[in-house]
């Protein structure tokens, strides 16, 4: 059995992305590793450069093609397709440069990933999410603002493809390449849920840095985005209000969230996080049945693109 672990980046400098700890958290259970990487403007083929030398590790140089894929946030996937189809494993681990694994879950992978590599239903795994939040040490548990789960393990096949903006994976026979966001002719993929964790840190970077991304991931989404200007940092809100998270942290984090340096710019006071679905009254009902009676990660509603099969 062999298992390919793949990303993407572009500009992880100047949008403070944690590409190498995402690469580094992954390594220890996978075979080879696929880093895509666009024609970043910052210093990041040189922040890279700490991988010459691994073995596993292969870097594919791409220029991000934004007027074919320029809807939808679809040029990520596109560009995690361009991974995908690199890897040369059985299990195809994906895993974006925002997003770090907890040490604990690789066995429960590799475990996983042998046990079922013959069976022919299971075509990929869920893991389980858990979304810093502002700092390192608050997390979003709104299951309806922040998805509890996602598809981050495939099979190794032609016919499964990035999907929308690169969340998740569908199988989608006739592709063109092309439209990502497409419905029509196209399933679900079958996945079993694994008891792994996977920390994402996409709303926990530099506010400094948070408010450039948002710009430019915003722009990705929409031609006619308008850029926030005359803003130096993001506001992510009322720190005070959301939960602190009382677990254990991935190992592969712990240099960088010890260099933590933004406290000046968040607060802990005043109006709450921008978080409509936490905060609505719909969504408060719908959440305290999700975590108080069903006690199991389901969401009652919400979309879920996969079909969770019993182990």
């Known amino acids: 059995m062999k298992i390919s672990g793949f990303t993407f980046i572009k500009n992880a400098v100047a949008y403070d992305f944690l590409v190498v700890e995402s690469v580094r958290s992954v390594l220890p259970v996978v075979d080879e590793f696929i880093i895509v990487a666009g024609d970043s403007s910052d210093g990041t083929d040189e922040l890279l450069k700490v991988f010459d030398g691994e073995p596993k590790v292969r870097i594919i140089r791409t ?133 792994a964790l996977i920390f994402h840190y996409g709303w926990s970077r530099d506010p400094r840095c948070m408010v450039r991304k948002a710009n430019h991931h915003n722009a990705l989404y929409s031609k006619d985005y308008k850029p926030v200007e005359g803003v130096d940092y993001y506001d992510y809100g009322n720190l005070g209000m959301m939960p602190l998270y009382e677990g254990t942290f991935p190992e592969a984090a712990a240099e960088r969230m010890a260099a933590y340096d933004w406290a000046d710019f968040v607060r802990y006071d005043g109006p709450r996080p921008n978080i409509g679905k936490r905060y609505g009254v719909k969504y408060r009902v719908v959440d305290f049945i999700e975590k108080h009676i069903l006690r199991d990660g389901r969401r009652i509603g919400g979309f879920k693109n996969y079909k969770l099969l019993k182990p």
Not at 161 to 189: C, M
Request: hydrophobic share 35%; with cysteine.
């Open 63 to 195: 220029v991000w093609d934004t007027q074919t894929y320029d809807r939808g946030g679809m040029i990520y996937a596109q560009q995690t397709d361009v991974g995908l189809r690199a890897c040369t494993g059985d299990w195809c681990f994906y895993i974006q440069s925002d997003e770090i694994m907890h040490h604990d879950a690789l066995p429960v992978i590799r475990e996983a990933c042998a046990k079922y590599l013959d069976d022919r239903r299971v075509e990929g795994f869920l893991l389980k999410y858990v979304h810093l939040y502002g700092d390192y040490r608050h997390y979003i548990d709104s299951l309806h603002f922040a998805y509890p789960r996602e598809i981050r393990i495939v099979r190794n096949r032609p016919d499964i493809h990035s999907w929308r903006d690169a969340q998740s994976f569908r199988v989608i026979p006739d592709f063109n390449g092309v439209d990502y966001d497409v419905e029509e002719g196209t399933r679900k993929l079958r996945c079993i849920l694994l008891d």
